[in-house]
């Protein structure tokens, strides 16, 4: 059959890009496939196309490797179907042998995926038992041998014979105890998967002695590992056999010479505790818990401080008094700042854990000393979770104890910490009472608006809306407009700014009464600020005001005061009262 020259056109520049000395050329050659593959069509694909990339691609740079990986994953509906599936095994299998391991890891998500729709256990045996088997028995390149065991999850369900089975778990206990420590590694990465596809009996008698070994590999990299693999291994156990293989593992673990295998430990602690359950964590797992709070690395004890609120939930009231408490003592008082920021994170998270007594005297005096603590970072933390103490404690106990500790971290010379502090106001003001606002945080309120930092001002001006919602229009018309009112005749623009914006966000919530008789005629003062800034948002914060007020009002005394601004020399000036006249 002779093709025509039209037709052999779409090739003829995939084989000259891809040949091209540019990478960018190659790359976008290779993205390109899906569409060159339908022009080309279903058997030219598989004939020309397919092959030509495992013969030129293969020693090209590495992401165009990993573009290529990535798109053969897709590619069964461009070759004829489910039925031609081993042409892209091929190529894939090549990939799988690359040294980068970003496309070894693509490759074999893409031979997964192409599995995933193959339905007959004929062409799995056939294809998938036989690429396992030389990926696994490759001696030269070990990456072959590590990417064997990314394959074994995605395929072994697949199969109902147990000899294929039973052959596919001796390669992979072959793999998992290889001379290379990246091949162990890789088995250990994959073993939480394999683990939940191989049923119970085998995962007894196969997987629980390379687990066992896998958490005495010399490779604390390999040893790390067994953390997630506890979990996985617990799930699929029944809680006799978890007891009996799990348990000690974890315990060898949180003792293990290497900080970084003790950490993961301490990282995964709460999944440990839940899959091994409630009996086991209360006898047994708690006290490592204790000494991986008490160890020699500010790592471990970063991460086992930010578990300790996870952990006491699945402990009873009377274990989290005995146990985490004097822990929590050790860690408020740590010498490293990272430990008591993790710890400032979820300390609050224990006062629902506890009665009201308990928490006042147990947790309170901790609460008090992260407050007052000299980094930044762990006051800021702490402060984020005030409400769930304040259900616990109560109000009176709240303004009684911390409440001054919080005036104090209102004045706080980092900017952050102040913000947070403004963002609680609302939810504390309305717990607190209007009486307790005004004699105790109004005027700390009031240095908010004239903050330095620009982000304090806005949040402060953002929350009036709220605090005025919560007291209502005549608390605002008698104790914050006189001193919001009294900034627009501040030296400093920024100020006179700020009361602009505090008038349009309290536009929203007061009556209009007030607006007329108390806001308007100050604001009309401004329309002659000699700062075009100033100027213009007077002429933005009469167009908010212009829904709120009588139409006579709006005639009478906002539209002369637009017009004179729509006359100013400041091209911005001019288009916002351009704007804000087309609304009266």
């Not at 004890?301 to 004097?326: C, G, N, S």
Request: charged share 25%.
């Amino acid at each position: 059959m002779t093709t025509s020259p039209t037709s052999q056109y779409p090739i003829s520049i995939l084989i000259d890009e891809l040949k091209h000395e540019d990478p960018q050329l190659r790359l976008n050659s290779i993205r390109r496939l899906n569409h060159i593959a339908q022009a080309l069509g279903s058997e030219r694909t598989r004939g020309e196309l397919i092959p030509f990339l495992s013969e030129s691609s293969m020693d090209d740079e590495d992401d165009i490797l990993l573009a290529l990986a990535q798109q053969l994953g897709d590619f069964q509906k461009y070759i004829g179907g489910i039925e031609h599936s081993n042409v892209l095994l091929e190529p894939l299998e090549q990939l799988s042998r690359v040294e980068e391991s970003q496309v070894r890891d693509a490759a074999t998500k893409s031979i997964a995926k192409i599995f995933a729709n193959i339905h007959s256990e004929a062409k799995v045996k056939q294809w998938g038992v036989s690429l396992i088997q030389r990926l696994a028995e490759e001696k030269e390149w070990l990456t072959a041998r590590a990417s064997a065991c990314a394959l074994f999850a995605p395929i072994y369900p697949l199969l109902s014979d147990e000899s294929e089975k039973r052959k596919l778990r001796q390669l992979y206990a072959a793999l998992s105890r290889d001379e290379t420590p990246l091949v162990r590694r890789s088995a250990a990465t994959n073993f939480n998967d394999f683990a939940k596809k191989v049923d119970a009996e085998h995962v007894k008698s196969d997987l629980v002695p390379l687990f066992i070994d896998m958490g005495k590999d010399d490779q604390d990299s390999v040893r790390l590992l067994t953390i997630e693999n506890c979990v996985a291994l617990a799930q699929v156990l029944d809680s006799r056999d978890a007891q009996t293989h799990v348990l000690p593992a974890v315990k060898v673990c949180s003792q293990d010479k290497s900080w970084r295998v003790r950490y993961m430990v301490a990282d995964h602690f709460q999944h440990i505790c839940e899959a091994l359950g409630s009996d086991l964590t209360r006898r047994e797992l708690i006290q490592s818990f204790i000494k991986l709070c008490q160890d020699t690395e500010v790592e471990v004890r970063t991460a086992a401080a930010f578990h300790v609120t996870d952990v006491a939930r699945l402990i009873p009231k009377e274990q989290i008094i005995a146990d985490i408490i004097p822990c929590v003592k050790v860690l408020v008082n740590d010498k490293s700042e990272h430990v008591r920021a993790s710890l400032a994170k979820v300390i609050m998270g224990l006062a629902p854990l506890l009665s009201k007594e308990n928490t006042i005297d147990n947790l309170l005096p901790f609460f008090l000393k992260l407050l007052k603590d000299v980094n930044s970072d762990v006051r800021l933390n702490i402060i984020s979770e005030l409400e769930s103490v304040n259900k616990v404690i109560g109000v009176d106990m709240l303004a009684q104890s911390l409440l001054p500790a919080i005036v104090e971290l209102g004045k706080d010379k980092n900017w952050r910490v102040r913000y947070a502090i403004i963002q609680k106001i609302p939810l504390l003001a309305s717990q607190l009472g209007q009486k307790f606002f005004d004699e105790k945080l109004s005027d700390l309120y009031m240095t908010w608006l004239t903050d330095s930092a620009c982000a304090i001002r806005e949040a402060a001006t953002e929350n009036l809306r709220k605090l005025t919602e919560t007291f209502g229009s005549e608390w605002a018309k008698n104790t914050l407009l006189p001193k919001i009112l009294s900034m627009s005749s501040f030296p400093n623009y920024l100020y006179r700014m700020t009361t602009l914006f505090s008038v349009s966000a309290l536009c929203e919530v007061v009556s209009p009464q007030i607006i007329n008789d108390v806001i308007l005629d100050e604001v009309l003062k401004m329309v002659n600020d000699r700062v075009p800034n100033v100027r213009f948002n007077v002429a933005k914060t009469l167009q908010t005001m212009i829904p709120h007020l009588d139409s006579g009002i709006v005639s009478e005394k906002i539209r002369p005061s637009l017009e004179q601004l729509k006359q100013d020399s400041d091209p911005d000036v001019k288009a916002f009262a351009i704007e804000a006249l087309s609304h009266t």
